[in-house]
């Protein structure tokens, strides 16, 4: 299995050309959030901003959107209720996330139907979270959808998904399962040392510690993936770049913290984006 380490950054994170402006970092639509999880779309949405994305939608309950505009006031929302306004979101984003903190009702599983069938092949699907939930309790093929794929589960939610119990998550077995299930998507099995299949490649990154493991941690990575596609397209390398970018300003932190919580690593993203920015200009 190939190692990912530090120097995946530096070969996706550069600096900005002076000329650019929002519309160049990508359009991202987060789907997220219920009642009872409003956290999961503020935490997503607030590691996209900080981790670069030119504009960021996310689509969630109206009673969140207070929570949303005082914490992250540079992202916008829709009311998922909506399905004009939310199939007009999803036709504009380049970069769709779709799961955090969503639950499980019958409306979560409207939405993810309507993800599914209407994401274009130029555009990227996150699946995360509740999504993956109801991907694996529907039994829903992902076979039909022309975008690019991107799935996030934790070992539990591989297991819903795979039939793997966590003792059989093996390289080979991981590998048989992703072909059967999507095989054109990218798969990240997030744990100690996550890891990535994506056509019969397999890597894994070096970074990433127990202070990570707090409620929250994977609602940010999905916003740090969606942030990275957005500014340098959908690629191995940039997933690759975003997972380990996740687990290195994580271990940063943890150097002298107890805990990592979501909110310390979002907001260590811009500093440490730029000092890489730095270094990938110096060559
Ligand atoms: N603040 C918020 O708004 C937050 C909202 N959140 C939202 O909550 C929703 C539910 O998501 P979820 O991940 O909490 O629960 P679920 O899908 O039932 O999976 C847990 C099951 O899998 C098992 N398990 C095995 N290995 C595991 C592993 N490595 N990591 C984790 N679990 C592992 C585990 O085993 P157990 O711990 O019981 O032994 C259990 O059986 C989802 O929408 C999410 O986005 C969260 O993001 C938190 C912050
Ligand atoms: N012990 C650990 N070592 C390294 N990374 C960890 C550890 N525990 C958790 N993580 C990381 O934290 C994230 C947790 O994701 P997830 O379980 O989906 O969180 P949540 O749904 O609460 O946001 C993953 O990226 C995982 O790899
Ligand atoms: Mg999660």
Do not use: C
């Not at 909110?263 to 890489?276: D, F, R, T, W, Y």
């Amino acid at each position: 299995m190939k190692k990912i380490n530090k120097s995946i950054l530096s070969q996706i994170i550069a600096p900005r050309n002076p000329n650019s402006y929002k519309g160049n970092y990508g359009k991202i639509l987060i789907i997220a959030g219920s009642l009872p999880f409003g956290g999961a779309a503020i935490m997503s949405s607030s590691a996209a901003v900080h981790a670069g994305a030119g504009l960021v939608t996310v689509a969630t309950v109206q009673e969140k959107f207070t929570a949303i505009n005082t914490k992250i006031p540079e992202a916008m929302t829709v009311d998922y209720h909506n399905i004009i306004e939310t199939s007009d979101a999803i036709n504009k984003a380049n970069v769709i996330v779709i799961g955090p903190g969503l639950g499980t009702d019958e409306y979560a599983k409207s939405l993810v139907h309507l993800v599914l069938d209407n994401a274009k092949a130029e555009q990227t699907l996150v699946l995360d979270a509740s999504a993956l939930t109801i991907i694996a309790q529907q039994k829903l093929s992902l076979s039909q959808t022309s975008a690019n794929l991107i799935l996030t589960p934790h070992q539990g939610e591989w297991r819903r998904l795979s039939g793997l119990d966590i003792d059989q998550q093996t390289e080979q077995n991981n590998q048989t399962a992703i072909n059967k299930i999507a095989p054109n998507a990218l798969l990240i099995v997030k744990k100690h040392h996550s890891e990535i299949y994506y056509q019969d490649q397999v890597s894994q990154i070096t970074a990433g510690n127990a202070g990570m493991a707090t409620g929250g941690m994977g609602d940010t990575l999905t916003g740090i993936i969606a942030a990275l596609v957005g500014q340098f397209d959908f690629s191995l390398k940039t997933v690759e770049a975003a997972l380990f970018l996740h687990s290195f300003v994580a271990d940063k932190i943890f150097e002298k913290n107890y805990v990592v919580l979501p909110e310390m690593l979002i907001k260590n993203l811009p500093k440490v984006m730029k000092k890489i920015a730095n270094n990938t200009a110096k060559g």
